[in-house]
């Protein structure tokens, strides 16, 4: 394994990466889209490179620097963006390019609209992958913030699967929602098809939180699961990282985490969230945005009878 520092949590370097997907988006597309770095402690200087370099990419390729309109920060610090020099000079050239943070939990939200951010994306404790100390729900988080700042703009994440639940954040003044797991569930999803063939068949109360390398973590309940069952508090999870941070038991960590991409779904980690347990079958991603496009309109129009 290359030096972690250098290249990230997982050690690859993603910056090549990002930049050949934006490449690929910009070929089969006209629309708009956007991107995701994470800022969290333990991949601060990929992080803030990647914050440095990728906003040049996109002012040196016109298409992208018109239909990328979206850049994302999550798992740690909302600053890193707003404070690169290259990202305020990408604002200054035109782009019209909007920075959210991933907030999963109240006080992150309040540190992030006091920071600055265009909007945020509010992730309750249901959600797949990493998630927050605090473990509120996605219904609760979301109210609280729309109830402190009902003007910035707010996207909903975390179990979310179906268009009621569309239809539920677009009442609760959300934008729109984000949908990890059901979209795994997709022909088009990169993951190998043992991983994919999972969601379906699986409950919502297949998913466990257990002790993830960032912080806590919601996956599929399997046996490296079990081997890290139990959430862990911030404190501990400091302390922790204190003993064994880029130990061989850390970076055995790390890798199991990779192998969910060879295949193997028993002995590795398998990010997963509770939309599991309304997410019935794979299919394509057209099909799967129609149905909740329609299901949405169709709970909505029914909402705006029962107040007449």
């Known amino acids: 394994m290359r030096v ?4 990230g949590l997982w050690g690859v ?3 090549p990466e990002m930049k050949k997907h934006m490449v690929f988006v910009v070929e089969h597309t006209d629309k708009p889209f956007g991107f995701n770095i994470r800022t969290s402690r333990n991949e601060m200087p990929i992080a803030i490179r990647m914050c440095q370099e990728i906003p040049v990419f996109i002012m040196e390729n016109p298409k992208i620097k018109e239909q990328c309109v979206y ?13 690169s020099k290259s990202f305020q000079k990408l604002r200054e050239t035109g782009s019209q390019i909007k920075h959210f943070h991933v907030a999963p939990a109240f006080w992150l939200a309040e540190k992030c609209v006091r920071y600055g951010v265009d909007g945020l994306c509010v992730t309750g404790i249901e959600g797949g992958g990493h998630q927050a100390y605090e473990k509120v729900g996605t219904n609760v ?3 609280q913030v729309q109830q402190a ?12 699967g179906t268009g009621i639940q569309l239809a539920g954040a677009l009442a609760m003044g959300y934008g729109g929602v984000v949908m990890g797991t059901r979209f795994i569930a997709s022909n088009e999803c990169e993951f190998p098809q043992p991983f994919k063939d999972l969601i379906p068949l699986a409950r919502a109360e297949d998913t466990l939180l257990i002790q993830g390398v960032i912080a806590n973590i919601r996956v599929y309940n399997n046996k490296y699961a079990q081997k890290h069952y139990g959430s ?3 404190e501990e999870k400091l302390e922790y990282e204190q003993k064994f941070l880029k130990t061989e038991q850390w970076k055995e ?10 295949g193997d779904v028993v002995n590795t980690c398998v990010p997963m969230g509770q939309a599991t347990g309304v997410t019935h079958k794979i299919e394509k991603v057209s099909n799967i945005i129609e149905t909740v496009m329609k299901e949405a309109e169709k709970y909505i129009k029914n909402a705006n009878t029962l107040l007449e």
């Open 4 to 7: 972690l520092s250098e290249i």
């Open 13 to 15: 370097d993603p910056l």
């Open 149 to 160: 700042f009902p003007d910035i703009p707010k996207i909903a994440a975390g179990g979310i």
């Open 141 to 143: 988080l979301m109210t």
């Open 253 to 262: 960590d790390i890798l199991s985490y990779d192998r969910v991409y060879e």
């Open 232 to 234: 862990i508090s911030k």
């Open 71 to 83: 850049a994302v920060t999550s798992a740690g610090s909302s600053k890193v963006m707003p404070e």
